[in-house]
C-alpha cells in the first residue's frame, strides 16, 4: 500500500472524477470532428464551393487548441490522477495492459502529428493530399477510442481475466461493444455541438445555415442512436451492476441525463429549422449541457463498479480481494485478517503498527483513511464524509467510551459486507475495536 | 512492492524503449523550451531578422510542446512498468504538485498559442505572455525533476510521509531538488534548439522566400548556440557528477563513460563546423541523437545503481508472459511508422517550396497504403474480438 493522499470536502477520487469527465469532451470532439470535417471538405471540393473551407479552417483550430492542449492535458491528467488517487489500481491496469496502452500511443502519434499536418497545409497541398490527411486522423482518432474502451470496460466487466489472465479475454469482455458504440453515437453529438459553436462566427451567412442544419442532423442521429445503445448497455451489465444502479445514483443525477438529452433533442432541432437564430453564446450554452449529461453518465458508469476498482480482483481502496491463479497473485484478505493491516503494509509509522491504549484513536484513523478513505471523506462534510455516515446509522455519542456503545459500532463494521457498494472490514480484532473507536468518536 | 501481476514481456525490451521514448522527450522538451526562449528574445531585441525568426519560433514551439508531451507519455508509462514502487511512492509524497503539473502545463501552453497568435511587436499582446509561459513550463520541469529525484531516496521516504509520528496526508511538498541535476536537463535545451536554427536554415536554403543572407544568419546563430551550451553542459555534467555519491562508482562507469565519448565529440564537432554550419546542418543529427542517446542510458544505469543498493533490480522483475499483446503493439508500431512517414514525407516535401505541394503518384499510393493499413488493423482486430467476445 503506497502513502495516501487526502483532499478535504471532495475526496482524491473525485478530482480524477473532474478531470475525467472533462476529458470527454475533447476527446470525443477529436474522435467525432474529422468525420465531420471530411464530409465538408469533400463537398467544398466535389460541388466547388471553396467558400465552405472557412468553416473547416476554424472547426480544425478549434481540434488544435481545444482537443491538442486541453485534451491531451486532460488526458494525461486523469493518468496523473489515477497514480495519485488509487496507485495500486493504476499499477494493476498497467501491469496487465501496458502493451494496450502503447498500442493506443502509436494512434495517438498519428493524430498528434496528423492535426498540425491537416491544419498547417492547408491549401498548401493539393485537395487529395489533403483529405487522405483527413481520413487518416480520423480513423486513426477513432482506434484510440477503440482501445481505449477495452481497458475502461474491463473496469466493469472483467470477463473470463479473473479466471485466464489474457489480455484480449479481459480486453473483449461483456460490456465492450456496447460502450464503444455508445461512445460511437455520442461522439457526433460532441463534434456537432462544436461545429454549431464554430459556424456561429463564420461570416458568410450562406456556410453558416448550411453547415448548422448539416450538422444538427447530425447532432440528433447522434442522440437517438446513443440513446437506444444505451438500452444495450443496460442490458449487458452484471447483475450486481444493474442494483447499484437502481439505488446508487442520486435522483439529480439520474435526472441530470434526461434533461440533458431532451434539452439537446429540442436544441438541435430548433438549429436546424433556424440556423441563423444560433448564436455563440446558446452554442456555448449547449455544450455545458453536454457536460451535464456526461457528467451524469460517467459517474453512474464509474459507481456501478462498487465496491471494486478492479472487479473479481482489487477493492476500490487497494486490497487484494481475489487470487488470480493464472497470474499467480495472491488474495491479501487472509494476511491481513491474520496478521492486521498495520503490520502487513509499508507506510505505516512505527509507532502505529501495534496498537495500544496510546495510540488507539490515531491507528484507528488511519485505518478508517486505509480502508474507507477511497469513498469516503473523513472531514465533518463532503463526499459521503464519514461522521454523516456514522450519523445515518444512529450512532449517537454517550457520556465517554463505554464498552457497550463501541460494540455498537464494532457490529456495524462487521455489517458492512451486507451492503452491495461496501467493502468487508479486514484486520484483527483489536484493529476493528481501533477503528469503532475512531468512528464512534465521529458521532455527535 | 513490485506489482504482483508481473510484466507481460522482459524487462530489457521495456527498459530499452523507457531509454529511447525518454530521450526523443528530453529532446522536444529542449526544443520547446529553446524555440520559445529564443523567440521571446528576438521580440525583445526588435531587430528585422530577430523579429522574423521569433515569429517562425513561436510558431514551432506549439509544435515541440505537442511532441513534448506525446513523447513524454511514453516513458511515464515504462517507468510505472518497471519502477513502479519508487514512481508511485514518489508521486503520492507530492501529489498536490503532480496535480499541479497539470493544470500549470495547460496553462502554459494556453499562453503560448496566445503569444503565437497575437504576439510580436506588431500585435499587441505583450511579449509578457511568452515569458510567464516559459516561467510556467520551467516550474513544470521543476516538478518532474522533483519526482524523478524523489523516486532515488527510499531511504527518505518514511522521513517525508510521517511528521511527528503521524502521517502527513496532504502532498503538498516537492521533497527534494538537485540543481546541477536539473540544469543537465535545461542547459541543452539551446544547445538542441542550436541545432534546430541550423536544420531551419538547412530546410530553408531553396524557399523563394528566405534570403540567403538571413539563412546564414540563423545558421551561424544556432551553430553558435549549440557549441556555446553544449560546453557548458559538459561543465554542468561534471558538476552533477562529481556530487553523485562515491558509492555509485559512476566516473568509472563504462556505459557513462561511452556517453561522455559521444559527448565530448559532438562538443569538438561543433567547434569544427563553425564556419559552415549549414552545410554540416544534418550530419549534427546523428551526432545528436548518439549523444542524447548515450546520455539517457547512462542516466538509466545511474539509476540502477542508486536503486541497487536497496537490492532492486528490474530484471527480476516477475515476468507473466504475453505474446499476444506484445506482438499487437509491435506490428501496430510497424503500421504507426508507415502512416507517421507518410505525414513527415508530404510535409517535408510541401515545406520546401512555396508553391502548392502536387504529390506524385508514389506519395499517393503511400497515402491510400496508410489508408489501407488503418482499416486493415480496425477489421483484423474487431473479427478477432467479436471470435473472442461470442466464445466466452
Redesign the interface.
Known sequence: M?????VPYIS?GL?LGL?AAFHILPSHLSTGAMWFNIYVETKAYRENKPELKEFIKKYTLLLL?FS???G???G??I???A??TN??G???L??????????E??????E???I??YY??F????K??HL??G??FA??SW?TM?IIVGILSFMLTP??WPKT?????G????T??PQLFVRTAFMFVIAAAYALACATRVKDNTVRTSITQVASLWGIGGLLLGSLLLFWFLNTLPEKSKELLAILPSVELKGGLFVSLALLILYFLFARLKPLKINVYTAVFAIIVIFGGIWSLERMREMIRNPYVIPQYMFSNQI?AHT?EA????SEEKVISEKGILKVF??I?E??REINQRNQW?AGR?IA?LQCGSCHVLDQNGLRAMPQMIGRMNIKKGKGFNDQEIAQVENLIDSLGSYPYMLPFLGTAAEKRALALYLYSLAK | MQDPMGIPFYAPVFQVLLVLTFALHILFVNFALGTLSVSIYGYIRGEANWLRLASSLAKATTTNISLAMLFGVAPLLFVQVLYDPFWYTSNLLSAVWVIGFVFIMMIAYGLTYVFYLKGGPKKGIPVVFGIVALVLFIIAGVIMHALGYQLLQPEKWLEWYVRQGKVDTSGSVLHAFQLPRFLHFLVPSFAMTGLFLMLYAWYFRHRSDFTEDYLIWVGKLGAKMAFLFTTIQVIVGFWWLLSLPSTLAFTTNPVFLVALFFGVTFLFFLYYIQGDPIRYAVSSIPMALLTIGTMAYARETLRTKYLASFGYTIFRYKTNLDWGSTVLFFLTFVVGLVVVGYFLATVYKAGKSRETYEATAFMNRWGKLSIALLLVWLAVVVTFGLVITLRS
Open positions: 503506497y502513502p495516501i493522499w487526502e482524491a478530482v478531470i487548441v491538442y492542449v486541453l491531451s492535458l486532460s494525461i491528467g493518468w496523473y490522477a497514480t495519485v496507485p495500486r493504476i499499477s494493476g498497467i501491469h496487465n495492459y501496458v502493451w494496450g496502452w502503447a498500442t500511443w502509436v494512434f495517438f502519434l498519428i498528434v502529428i496528423g498540425f499536418i498547417y497545409t491549401d498548401k497541398v493539393d487529395k493530399t487522405t490527411i481520413w487518416i480513423l486513426a482506434t477503440v470477463g473470463k489472465g489474457g489480455f484480449f479475454a480486453f473483449f469482455n461483456p465492450y461493444w487484494i488470480v497470474k499467480g497473485v495472491q509499508p507506510f509509522p509507532g502505529t490515531e488511519l483513511l
